[in-house]
Each structure stands twice: as structure tokens, then as C-alpha cells.
């Protein structure tokens, strides 16, 4: 005889059944996002290939692709900022809150959906897109088929998707926190913070009689130490556990 597990302990299928629910209740807009990033790379791509004077010059999806992983990051912050809209709508909160599951597995679901599945798809998605890019050129110019695919495991494109989970960490956080506007406040949130450390190192620096140079990085995962890993991880379980506390006070007792 099937049951159903109890609301209090983690259950699987429930965490699918809630996964299926953000991707219903976001599809709308998610498919026109994706739809306007896919056509705006492939615009770029395009007019300069066909207003080229040159016949010859081929334009590969390499020159596309610092662009494209520019977007797969600003795009899933985004679509993790507004995750959580239907929570501070007040005619559409109880729907959300009354939900047949743990605080957990809402948190989980909504980071697996807006992370490591919508890593999945956007990488698999600018393989697809550097084919075309590839094909069409090839086509276009009458040169030789030369394929250069994106590939998902290089070193710029590993660095972003570590940059991306730390960053959406914070913007996890922003989406259950913040009532309206969340993507901009998370992001002058961070900006501060940035600037309040910079400050305080520079002070400290100053006061031990050091000279100080200003260096400004956005890579964190470029050619880093075991240790610093272990620090951002740490820092992003940590954030995603303030996110988790933040959501189960919002629960309905």
C-alpha cells in the first residue's frame, strides 16, 4: 500500500514534484529569456558576417563565447532573483507557504532548478549554439568545416560556473529576503559589502604601515589554492543556510 512520506522528513519525490511546480509557475518566462539571450548572441554573431567586406573572414563561435558565459551568469542570477516573487505576493503567498513540504526541500529545489540544472542546460545549449554558429559559417564563407564546439569543462568556462555558484548564492538569499526589486538591491548589497571590506583592509593596511595597492579581481576560481575553494564553499553553504533561515521564518505555523 503506497503512503506518503511524512511532511517532516526529506522525501524525493517531493522534492521533484516541487521542482516541476517552479518550473511551471516560471516557464513563461524563462522560455522568452532564453529565447531573447539565444537570439541576441546570434544576432551579434550575424550582422558582422554579413556586412563583412571581406568574404573570406570567418567569424567562429570563440569570439562568441566570453559573451555567452557573460550571459549564462547574469541570466541565472536574474531567473534566482525572481524565484521566489510568488513569496511576497500577498494574493499568491499562502499557495507557496502551504506547500506539502519541508522549508528544506523548497530551498533545495528552487537552488538545484535555478543552479545545476540551469547550468546543465544553458552548457549544453552553447554547444548547440556554437554548432550552428560553426555551420553557418562554413556555409556562408565556403571554407572548409573546421568545428571549434564550446566546450563546457575549459578553464574560462569551469571559472564561471564557479564564479556563478558563489554569486547565486548571495542571490538566493536576496530572492527570500527582499520583497520587490531583489536582483538590483542583492546586486548594490554586494557592491557595498565590496566596498566596506576593500575599506576596512585599506585602513588596516595604512595603520600597519604598509603600502597599499588596489587590485580588483571578479575571477574567484582563476588559478586558486585548495584552501581558497574550501573558503567560497564554505562561504556559499553558509549563505544558502542563512537563505534556508530566512525561508523557514516564513513559514506558516
Known amino acids: ?32 529569456g532564453f529565447g531573447a539571450v539565444t537570439g541576441f548572441i546570434l544576432a551579434i554573431w550575424l550582422l558582422p558576417l554579413l556586412l563583412a567586406s571581406d568574404p573570406g573572414h570567418q567569424y567562429s563561435f570563440e569570439q562568441l563565447q566570453g559573451t555567452a558565459l557573460l550571459f549564462y551568469v547574469l541570466g541565472g542570477l536574474l531567473l534566482t532573483s525572481n524565484l521566489f516573487r510568488e513569496l511576497h505576493t500577498p494574493s499568491s503567498a499562502f499557495q507557496f507557504l502551504t506547500l506539502p513540504a519541508t522549508t528544506f526541500e523548497k530551498l533545495f529545489a528552487a537552488w538545484l532548478i535555478s543552479s545545476l540544472v540551469y547550468t546543465i542546460i544553458v552548457m549544453a545549449g552553447l554547444i548547440g549554439l556554437s554548432f550552428i554558429v560553426e555551420s553557418v559559417s562554413a556555409m556562408y ?31 538566493m538569499l536576496g530572492a527570500v529576503y527582499f520583497k520587490k526589486n531583489n536582483f538590483l538591491k542583492t546586486f548594490l548589497t554586494l557592491i557595498f559589502l565590496f566596498f566596506l571590506l576593500m575599506s576596512i583592509s585599506t585602513i588596516g593596511l595604512l595603520l600597519m604601515g ?4 588596489a587590485v580588483v579581481e571578479i575571477t574567484l576560481f582563476d588559478e586558486m589554492s585548495g584552501i581558497q575553494v574550501i573558503f567560497w564553499t564554505a562561504l556559499t553553504l553558509f549563505i544558502l543556510f542563512l537563505s534556508y533561515i530566512r525561508l523557514r521564518n516564513k513559514q506558516v505555523v
Open 210 to 213: 604598509d603600502s597599499v595597492e
Open 1 to 32: 500500500m503506497n503512503t506518503i512520506p511524512p511532511t517532516n522528513s526529506f522525501s524525493v519525490p517531493r522534492l521533484l514534484q516541487v521542482c516541476i511546480r517552479f518550473f511551471v509557475y516560471n516557464r513563461r518566462s524563462w522560455l522568452i
Open 141 to 171: 564563407t565556403g571554407a572548409g568545416i573546421n568545428y571549434t564546439l564550446f566546450n563546457p569543462f575549459s578553464a574560462d568556462s569551469l571559472n564561471s560556473i564557479g564564479n556563478y555558484f558563489v554569486f547565486h548564492s548571495f542571490f
